[in-house]
């Protein structure tokens, strides 16, 4: 994965695990952590520009230090101990007053502040939704194996921050009411015109496009749920939306997705069904890609639809 992509999904992350509240699991913000410290992943720094040495500046704050240059990175104090703050962005580091950062692998400084005792650890995006990654936290991390995580969350699918968001579209993949006109009024005429060219989608099948004007993610995938019906075949066609959805995910490198509960809306699946069918389909699709860390949210517009995933997970227990 590119370097600014392993940011971005480390701040989706957090977003998403400030969006959970109390309930909300750190796996997900660990597994990008984890795949950050593994691939160079890097973080802005503030420090002290050094009186009268030239620095190489790439963009306005923003300076590059030649090996052997030596800093003083900021602190921010707690008491007679201290943290770093560090950004993983400009846009970050602008939401609060101007400083000069310099770029540092995340790794290299946890190593640099790994034997200090007076530093309590770093505070990533502190203008922003932060996140302490204390020395505690690091011992967790590291004690944490990466893996797909699923996380239940009370909130609409477009308000969560992911590589790819689920619509549950119609066979026109057209537009339409529900979820649909929703994705479809916020991202705007351009993915209608990529839809067009689709030649639409079979129920229990998939489709990805991008995402336009929502910022918050990559890519929209859209699958097409079965109207109930009652029938045995609702639940294999429910449960292979889940499926092939994932699949366009894993194949599109995304490392986090958000869906809807598919066929819950206008075409009438029963809340409780569906939840089940959700579940173990997602279930058996991780069991079948044991090597994947996805980052797995299942969004409730509605508190009905909460209540049932919570239902569906405490009987699966
Ligand atoms: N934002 C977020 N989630 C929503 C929104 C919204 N504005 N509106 C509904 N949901 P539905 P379906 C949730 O009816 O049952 C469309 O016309 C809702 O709570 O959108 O699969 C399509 O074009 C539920 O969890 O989809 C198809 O013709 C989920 O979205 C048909 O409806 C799905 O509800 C598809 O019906």
């Known amino acids: 994965m590119e370097k600014d992509n392993l940011t971005k999904e480390f701040e989706r992350a957090v977003f998403n695990w400030y969006l959970g509240g109390d309930e909300a699991s750190l796996d997900p ?43 003083n990175f900021m602190h921010i104090d707690e008491g007679d101990r201290f943290v770093v703050p560090v950004f993983t962005s400009v846009a970050e580091m602008r939401k609060g007053e101007t400083i000069a950062v310099t770029p540092v692998q995340l790794a290299v400084l946890l190593d640099i502040f790994q034997d200090r005792e007076e530093c309590n650890g770093l505070v990533i995006n502190p203008w922003g939704k932060n996140f302490l990654l204390s020395k505690r936290i690091q011992g967790m991390l590291e004690a944490y194996t990466p893996q797909s995580r699923i996380q239940v969350l009370q909130n609409g699918v477009l308000n969560v921050h992911v590589s790819a968001i689920v619509n549950a579209a119609n066979t026109s993949l057209l537009g339409g009411g529900g979820v649909d006109g929703a994705i479809h009024r916020a991202a705007g005429r351009n993915l209608l015109e990529e839809c067009r060219k689709l030649n639409g989608c079979e129920t229990g099948e998939a489709k990805i496009t991008g995402a336009y004007e929502i910022k918050n993610a990559d890519h929209i995938i859209h699958t097409v749920g079965p109207v109930y019906s009652g029938k045995d ?48 389909a997602i279930a058996a699709w991780l069991g079948s890609h ?20 919570m239902r569906a997970l405490s009987s699966a227990e």
């Open 233 to 280: 075949e609702d639940a294999k066609l429910l449960a292979s939306c889940y499926f092939k959805s994932l699949d366009l995910a894993q194949e599109n490198g995304c490392r986090s997705i958000a869906f809807p509960g598919i066929s819950t809306g206008v075409y009438g699946y029963p809340l409780d069904e569906a939840a089940s069918v959700a579940l173990e």
């Open 29 to 71: 913000v660990f597994n990008c952590l984890r795949e950050g410290l593994a691939n160079e992943m890097e973080v802005l720094v503030p420090f002290a520009v050094p009186d009268g040495q030239a620095l190489k500046q790439t963009e306005e704050d923003v300076y590059i230090l030649e090996p052997g240059t030596s800093v």
């Open 290 to 309: 044991p090597d994947a860390v996805m980052n797995i949210y299942l969004c409730c517009f509605k508190k009905d639809e909460y209540e049932s995933y």
